[in-house]
């Protein structure tokens, strides 16, 4: 397919530029505090991407803006070549392919492991689909190979809020899975982790690579120095340096912010 | 592939305890209470009296009305304090049914319903267009709650309003309504409603065989709605309902949009309320706007707290329990019956989150431990 004239699939990502987030001088601001400041971000298809930032950087809200949850008050926001996510509502985008896990792991508590994978699981999502829906064994299968893979296949009939920190986090993340979003975001998902369950989780993100892009957002130095993709830097709601870990770690300006002046 | 068909996942829905349930309630209340009222005679000990038709009757109503409250607060997580007005609004609609089957036997013999001659109107007014009908009865009895609580909803939902502000709106909304129908001018009977009931389908509405057949159809409607309460709670759309209570953010990003979900059991709640309703307006022999008091529809939301939410058993215990409690201290000390209220609602708030059914289930388990201790 040549770029100038292919085929537009509808519902479909269109990645004839090989880019699947577009984020053009997008500004957000509250109450007078610009929280995103003409930020300018490009996600290539397939990339593993980490973002990090002192607090305040505006990571957490880039997050929101892509997933609709805030709205920007200008630039542009698109999905793909052709999806606007400046125009769509949060079950839209999360429908077009976009998945996010939330700084704090956010499943539903009194539904069982099992169930919760289940909800996420992508297809047909309408109320009154729902109402009819029924769990073939091609669906069970699913959750269950989600379940292996993020090891809770012993838990999968517990009651999701009594899973423990790292668990949740673990859940959630196979939230995802189910929901097979082409573009994850994920907002610190090794926070609260032992290191044996960070690594697992670094394992898990570089295997998912390619075939899905991934934005993480983190804290932790060594788990982004195992991802071992790009690193952006946030500061002041805009992009400050971009690189590898190594070229990033040795600009003047990113020591300056994270040492301070 | 193997599907199973619908109606069979439908009826599997609710287990074969809770089909045994079903049938001994449905022998009691539609064979044992029946034949006792009927045909035993009035001396007797085993003569069910009429007082006790009625109250029960009336209670299976608010059973109804209960369970579709808790669809919508214990399964959903959305506390409307206004359902009041959605079952006002059925019995209103078929209260108009039977203030035009009085025909000229009403005070003044005239073919208006007695108000509207108090009122010296001559003719009825445009939405009373119909209203002899028995089906047109029954259509508006199932569209106008259902349609009232489908805009209501609409509007409350998609601008994402939650929690107690949502439930404060509901409160207004039926407050709102009954301000509307005290007046004389709205032309439902201003604040004495519609009463002196005669008949229907020209059956007089007091015989002993038209009180169990109203006794009966409520006692059937109790038992549908928890069927069809057993197989939305259990279907995925009720795993999705209890997710928007537990996480509504998380819903919207998997792709769900919470506010059909929300709509969809709203309405079906206001419906069944509105049916309830009209179920409770013939048995009770009157309707008037107190029905849509805030007060009414906030001790709607103690049967369910005091039965136990998020359980269908539960708030028919709930109505049950508050609502025989009611009759007789309204009878024995009538000065009282609003404290009582209001300590049962304190005791179930601070001791019994889980109501009187959760208290069930945790001495059940604590008897398991020991059990467990002593083998």
């Avoid at chain 1, 793909?80 to 509502?89: D, F, H, P, W």
């Avoid at chain 2, 599997?12 to 209340?29: C, D, E, M, R, Y």
Wanted: proline share 3%; charged share 20%.
């Amino acid at each position: 397919m040549s770029d100038s004239g292919h085929m537009l699939i509808p519902d479909e990502v269109d990645l004839s530029h090989n880019v699947i987030l577009y984020l053009d001088q997008i500004s957000v601001s509250f109450d007078g505090f610009k929280a995103l400041n003409d930020l300018t971000l490009t996600i290539d298809a397939g990339e593993l991407r980490c973002i990090i930032g002192p607090n305040g950087a505006g990571k957490t809200t880039m997050m929101d803006v892509i997933t609709g949850k805030t709205r920007a008050d200008k630039g542009k926001a698109f999905f793909g070549q052709t999806i606007n996510l400046r125009e769509m509502t949060e079950p839209e985008i999360a429908h077009a392919g976009i998945g996010r896990k939330f700084q704090k792991p956010t499943i539903f508590e009194n539904l069982t492991v099992f169930e919760n994978l289940e909800l996420a699981m992508k297809m047909d999502k309408r109320a009154r689909t729902s109402l009819f829906a029924w769990l073939d064994d091609a669906g069970r299968d699913k959750v269950l190979d989600v379940l292996r893979q993020i090891r809770l296949d012993g838990e999968s009939e517990r009651q999701a809020g009594l899973l423990s920190h790292g668990q949740k986090q673990w859940l959630e993340i196979g939230m995802l899975l189910m929901q097979d979003p082409k573009l994850l975001l994920l907002d610190e998902p090794v926070a609260g982790m032992t290191d044996d369950e960070t690594a697992r989780t670094g394992e898990l993100f570089k295997s998912l690579a390619g075939k899905h892009s991934l934005v993480v957002v983190e804290h932790d130095m060594a788990f982004i120095e195992q991802l071992g993709g790009k690193v952006t830097v946030l500061h002041e709601g805009s992009v400050l340096a971009e690189g590898s870990l190594a070229t990033v770690q040795n600009d003047q300006r990113v020591i300056e912010v994270y040492l301070g002046r | 592939m193997n599907r199973t068909p619908f109606i069979v996942r439908f009826l599997q829905a609710t287990p074969k305890s809770g089909w045994i349930s079903l049938a001994v309630f449905a022998l009691l209340t539609l064979v044992i209470i029946p034949v006792l009222h009927l045909a035993v005679a009035e001396g007797s000990a085993f003569h069910v009296s009429s007082y006790v038709v009625t109250l029960v009757g009336k209670i299976l109503c608010y059973a109804i009305v209960a369970v579709a409250m808790d669809l919508i607060w214990g399964y959903a997580g959305i506390l409307s304090l206004g359902h009041g007005l959605f079952f006002a609004l059925g019995g209103y609609a078929f209260g108009m049914y039977l203030m035009r089957q009085i025909g000229r036997d009403g005070s003044y013999k005239a073919d208006l319903p007695d108000f509207m001659v108090f009122l010296d109107w001559k003719e009825l007014p445009w939405y009373w267009t119909g209203s002899d009908s028995f089906i047109w009865a029954a259509v508006l009895v199932l569209v106008v709650p259902a349609l009232v609580a489908f805009a209501f909803g609409f509007f409350a939902f998609r601008s994402r309003i939650k929690g107690v502000y949502f439930s404060i709106i509901t409160q207004a909304m039926t407050f709102a309504a009954m301000l509307l129908f005290f007046r004389n001018e709205t032309g439902f009977g201003g604040n004495n409603g519609f009463t002196d009931f005669k008949r229907i389908l020209g059956h007089s509405i007091t015989s002993p065989e038209m009180r169990v057949t109203l006794f009966g159809l409520s006692a059937l409607m109790l038992m549908a709605t928890l069927v069809l309460g057993r197989y939305i709670v259990t279907s995925k759309f009720g795993r999705v309902l209890a997710a928007i209570r537990d996480a509504e953010s998380r819903v919207m990003f998997l792709g769900y949009n919470p506010l059909y979900y929300k709509l969809a059991i709203w309405t079906l709640s206001a419906l069944l309320c509105g049916i309830a309703g009209a179920l409770y307006v013939p048995q009770v022999g009157i309707i008037n706007p107190g029905e849509m008091s805030t007060a009414n529809s906030i001790e709607i939301a103690i049967w369910v707290a005091v039965g136990g939410r998020a359980t269908l058993i539960g708030p028919v215990i709930g109505a049950a329990i508050v609502n025989l409690s009611k009759s007789f201290f309204t009878q024995a000390f009538p000065e009282y019956w609003l404290f009582f209220l209001g300590a049962l609602f304190v005791v179930v708030t601070l001791w019994l989150p889980n109501g009187v059914v959760g208290l069930w289930q945790q001495m059940r388990q604590q008897m398991q431990q020991k059990r467990r201790a002593k083998a």
